[in-house]
């Protein structure tokens, strides 16, 4: 297969589809196995003072789900046989391990926990509130849509301001720096390539 059709494979796949992938390579091919673990997972001594305290997971990794395997059903868990030994990417027993990305609950980007420093989390810790004096004082909801609606704070972005600030609209830099504060309630979704760039 030509690497090009390999990648448009992987860039239009499903996210569940990818990950029941990257979980069977796993179980086939130890060192793929390790590879991902090098990837994915870090033990809690190599967080140190610079990471993020916490949870070792950001997510129930212990309910069930059904997932699709090549056109038949079975019941998985996030991390399946995956986990069934306590060792880590080099080998090391008892070594406890994390995942090593979480999404931030502020400035809402992923970011690596082994390295979570005060200054990399940049957000605006208001409310991004609507204009209706200036910029909406024309606005009829009924005609334009929702003032409130992600719809518009995208396209008019000069008509919102944060009120912790006053800065101007969703794209304006944050007004607080800080460390990266785990979203223990995030829930990964796929983000489709646009294929019409």
């Given at each position: 297969m030509a690497p090009e059709k390999l990648h448009e494979a992987i860039n239009l796949a499903e996210l569940e589809r990818l990950q029941i992938v990257l979980q069977d390579l796993c179980k086939a091919v130890p060192q793929a196995r390790t590879f991902v673990e090098q990837q994915l997972l870090v033990s809690e001594s190599d967080i140190g003072s610079s990471g993020t305290e916490g949870s070792d997971s950001d997510s129930d990794s212990s309910t069930p789900r059904t997932t699709k395997n090549r056109g038949s059903k079975r019941k998985a868990t996030d991390h399946e046989?995956?986990?069934?030994?306590?060792?880590?990417?080099?080998?090391?027993?008892?070594?406890?391990?994390r995942l090593r990305y979480?999404?931030?609950?502020?400035?809402?980007?992923?970011?690596?926990?082994?390295?979570?420093?005060?200054?990399?989390?940049?957000?605006?810790?208001?409310?991004?509130?609507?204009?209706?004096?200036?910029?909406?004082?024309?606005?009829?909801?009924?005609?334009?849509?929702?003032?409130?609606?992600?719809?518009?704070?995208?396209?008019y972005p000069e008509g919102y301001t944060w009120s912790c600030c006053?800065?101007?609209?969703?794209?304006?830099?944050?007004?607080?720096?800080?460390?990266?504060?785990?979203?223990?309630?995030?829930?990964?979704?796929?983000?489709?390539?646009?294929?019409?760039?």
């Amino acid at each position: 297969m030509a690497p090009e059709k390999l990648h448009e494979a992987i860039n239009l796949a499903e996210l569940e589809r990818l990950q029941i992938v990257l979980q069977d390579l796993c179980k086939a091919v130890p060192q793929a196995r390790t590879f991902v673990e090098q990837q994915l997972l870090v033990s809690e001594s190599d967080i140190g003072s610079s990471g993020t305290e916490g949870s070792d997971s950001d997510s129930d990794s212990s309910t069930p789900r059904t997932t699709k395997n090549r056109g038949s059903k079975r019941k998985a868990t996030d991390h399946e046989d995956l986990n069934s030994k306590d060792t880590s990417a080099n080998g090391s027993s008892n070594k406890r391990q994390r995942l090593r990305y979480a999404f931030c609950t502020n400035c809402k980007e992923e970011f690596d926990v082994a390295d979570n420093r005060r200054g990399d989390c940049i957000f605006h810790d208001g409310e991004l509130e609507p204009d209706y004096d200036d910029f909406f004082a024309d606005h009829d909801e009924n005609i334009h849509g929702d003032i409130d609606s992600d719809f518009c704070k995208e396209a008019y972005p000069e008509g919102y301001t944060w009120s912790c600030c006053d800065g101007e609209g969703i794209y304006s830099e944050g007004c607080h720096k800080g460390k990266h504060d785990v979203d223990h309630g995030h829930k990964p979704h796929a983000q489709r390539p646009n294929i019409w760039d």
